[in-house]
């Protein structure tokens, strides 16, 4: 791809924003942040706070730790820490700076503080409005779409910020439409890797971190150390557990960053610790990890562009599949590899469902993982699942395609039914 290119200046604006740090689950994250934006608008700590969300961002919300909470869980409580401890500028990092003194205050500030929560009546599956108040003032702001994307900011009812919601693009955002698996696979082998090297380094040292934390300590149901013990030391099995041990800190309260994927960080490690492993098993060069990591994160991009942010479908299948993009790539070399692997992978684990973030994502992780791996172990051996088979079609387009709308359009009602069923009282 040429560098000078409209094309090529997309893709590398696709991965700087992308590809960004956040501590802790960026949808209790993002709550925190919208109310560290309200107590900046309200220019006072909060006295009372009301969250209204939508059904997904309370799925994902649920049952995960809120880092830098010593061990809490849920809405109110990231509101709180958002509100308490939040820095608005740090963006998905926004309550990671906390001193130790305020984080040990929060338990006082949530049990003089109302904090209320609402069910959002929308159609954005990510949508956000915190309200707070103080002294006789008021503040809102609503995020939608995006985990920090805010769209309207009111004092005391007064509007002092909108944009429009829907399909009118900010300037300067990129066309995510101009995502192919030939253009990816062209740009990660070409891309001036100056341009690349800081965003994909933060990647590999922040998962690694984590990775490292979640193999070293007791997190969740430690799904990573579960597989190295039950099923040995093989780069398949190292791959699967690294992935799932990042999870299983992150999804219980670790308070190391992580380089995200499609606003997630459970992706993100997803899309990058096996092809980290499998660059360390096969001694593949930086350049050939570099190449990589901007295949398997590309790929994936552009799988959950179709499917959205948000959904019924488990976010940890497309990461898999990215991920086993990579490792075709690291252990062949071969285009023809990849995108046979990115299909068999699709068509293996596509009917694993988002139930929220908790400790299971682990495992779901290592199953993704796990079918990216037998996907490209499969073309190696001769197999493939081809047009016809399930949700499979002629091609990887449109085997994506068909994956893209059973996530986006299929599963509306299976997500609403989950939803329903985990804030049953």
Request: aromatic share 4%.
């Amino acid at each position: 791809m040429e560098k000078e290119s409209p094309l090529y200046a997309s893709y590398l604006e696709i991965l700087r924003r992308e590809l960004v740090p956040a501590m802790g689950c960026t949808e209790p994250i993002a709550i925190a942040f919208a109310a560290a934006k309200a107590r900046e608008v309200l220019e006072a700590l909060p006295e009372a706070i009301t969250v209204t969300a939508s059904g997904n961002i309370i799925k994902n919300v649920k049952s995960v730790i809120v880092p830098n909470t010593e061990g809490r869980k849920g809405i109110e409580v990231a509101a709180a820490a958002g509100a308490f401890l939040g820095d608005a500028d740090a963006g998905l990092e926004v309550i990671a700076h906390a001193a130790p003194d305020q984080v040990a205050a929060l338990g006082g500030y949530l049990e003089k503080t109302a904090i209320d929560v609402k069910a959002a009546q929308s159609d954005h599956v990510l949508d956000i409005t915190v309200d707070v108040c103080a002294n006789g003032h008021t503040a809102s702001v609503r995020l939608a779409d995006e985990h920090t994307n805010v769209v309207h900011i009111a004092k005391d009812g007064v509007t002092t910020f909108t944009k429009d919601l829907g399909p009118v693009k900010a300037p300067g955002t990129p066309d995510y439409d101009c995502l192919t698996i030939e253009d990816i696979y062209d740009f990660a082998m070409t891309a001036d890797l100056d341009d690349v090297k800081g965003i994909l380094d933060r990647q590999i040292a922040c998962n690694t971190a984590i990775a490292d934390e979640g193999l070293a300590h007791d997190y969740g149901a430690n799904i990573g150390k579960t597989l190295l013990k039950a099923y040995g030391n093989s780069v398949h099995v190292r791959a699967r557990a690294r992935a799932a041990a990042g999870s299983d800190a992150r999804m219980n309260g670790c308070e190391l960053p992580v380089v995200i994927n499609s606003g997630s960080g459970n992706q993100g490690m997803t899309v990058s610790l096996p092809v980290i492993e499998y660059a360390k098993e096969y001694h593949a060069t930086q350049e050939e990890l570099y190449r990589a990591l901007l295949l398997s994160n590309l790929v994936t991009l552009h799988e959950k562009e179709g499917i959205g942010r948000l959904s019924a479908y488990c976010g940890a299948v497309s990461a898999g599949a990215g991920a086993g993009a990579g490792i075709a790539w690291i252990v062949t070399k071969d285009y023809k590899t990849v995108i046979h692997t990115i299909v068999n992978a699709l068509a293996i684990t596509s009917g694993i469902v988002c139930d929220g973030a908790k400790a299971s994502c682990a495992a779901k992780i290592s199953a993704a993982v796990d079918a990216g791996i037998l996907g490209f172990e499969m073309y190696q051996n001769g197999q493939q699942f081809y047009g016809g088979d399930g949700l499979v079609k002629k091609g990887v387009e449109n085997t994506i395609q068909s994956i893209s709308r059973l996530g986006r359009i299929g599963m509306k009602e299976t997500d609403k039914e989950i939803i329903s069923m985990m804030i049953e009282k």
